[in-house]
């Protein structure tokens, strides 16, 4: 009844466990035994922490505001007063009161696969790992084993960097090598070009001197041969415009003699007897010569 009312059982309270009992329950009889007594470890955590803050704070103000202070000096002694004087400047939270607890075995292992892992992968070297364990606070541990990691990697990075720095200067003499066999190699290839391109050259300029004599006297023959067709086109268009005059003054003698016609017809018929009724003349028909008159 005690260990159903407290929570502490066989597996955790120090008596003689069941021989038939297997590891793993043990095990999980003692995880349910911290669980149901966490809170008495918390409390006993709590009260130590703020017993430890109190005496800091008295002793500052015994320090600082106490008439006892003499008496204290006389308890303690000078050369440790001394040693506290800077106590009484100091806020609480600069002690840093706080209390860790040893990891349990479930924690060491965590750590020890942690390791294990970061041995297999080659980030941290055998004497980190060693150093590791030597750690009994876990939090600085883990701490301690990134560190150790982030600094392997640092010098593989700057090995691999160093070995690509040597390969690079190997391959750069190699390439610098090459590179003068091959700057030979081209000098010949652009003595030769250029032998050729010379003589090309020659050829082209032969060449172009051929075509622009050949071009020269075609501009001359297109050249004259457009002249005697523009002159050409020009008489014909005089020859156009002069038979248009020639035409027009046909035109204009033409009416000038029908013009003189009519009008000598006009007078040799005023001349004439006049045979027509009063109601047949010109003016009440509407029918006079006057009409065929060119306008």
């Known amino acids: 009844m005690i ?37 008495i470890l918390q409390s006993s955590l709590y009260l130590t922490v703020r017993t430890a803050e109190a ?17 204290f000096i006389s308890s303690i002694g000078r050369f440790n007063v ?23 075995e479930e924690e060491k292992q965590l750590l020890e696969n942690n390791i294990q892992q970061a041995l297999s992968r080659d ?48 391959n750069s003499q190699n390439t610098q090598v090459a590179a003068q066999m ?13 032998q050729l391109i010379q003589v090309e050259s020659e050829l082209e300029m032969q060449k172009m001197q051929t075509e622009k004599e050949l071009k020269k006297e075609l501009m001359k023959y297109e050249f004259d041969l457009n002249v005697a067709i523009k002159q050409q086109d020009n008489d014909l268009l005089d020859k156009k415009e002069k038979y248009k005059e020639d035409r027009k003054d046909e035109r204009t003698r033409i ?21 027509e009724s009063a109601g047949n003349d010109t003016m009440g028909s509407g029918f006079n010569l006057e009409m065929f008159e060119p306008r």
């Open 123 to 170: 980030q941290i070297y055998l004497e980190d790992a060693i150093d590791i364990r030597e750690v009994k606070n876990l939090k600085l541990a883990n701490q301690l084993l990134k560190v150790r990691r982030r600094k392997k990697l640092e010098q593989d990075q700057a090995a691999s960097q160093a070995n690509i720095k040597a390969q690079a200067d190997a």
């Open 82 to 104: 001394a040693t506290l004087e800077d106590v009484k400047n100091m806020h609480l939270h600069d002690f840093g009161i706080f209390i860790e607890l040893a990891p349990d």
């Open 182 to 194: 091959e700057v030979q190699k081209n000098e010949a290839l652009t003595a030769q070009k250029l």
């Open 255 to 275: 009416q000038a003699s029908q013009q003189s016609r009519l009008i000598e017809q006009r007078k040799d018929r005023k001349g004439e007897q006049e045979f």
């Open 55 to 71: 005496i800091s704070l008295r002793i500052s103000d015994i320090l600082e505001y106490s008439p006892t202070k003499e008496s």
């Open 3 to 39: 260990r159903d009312v407290s929570g502490l059982n066989e597996a955790r309270d120090g008596s003689l466990p069941d021989a038939n009992a297997l590891v793993g329950v043990q095990k999980m009889a003692a995880a349910n035994s911290n669980t149901a007594t966490r809170h």
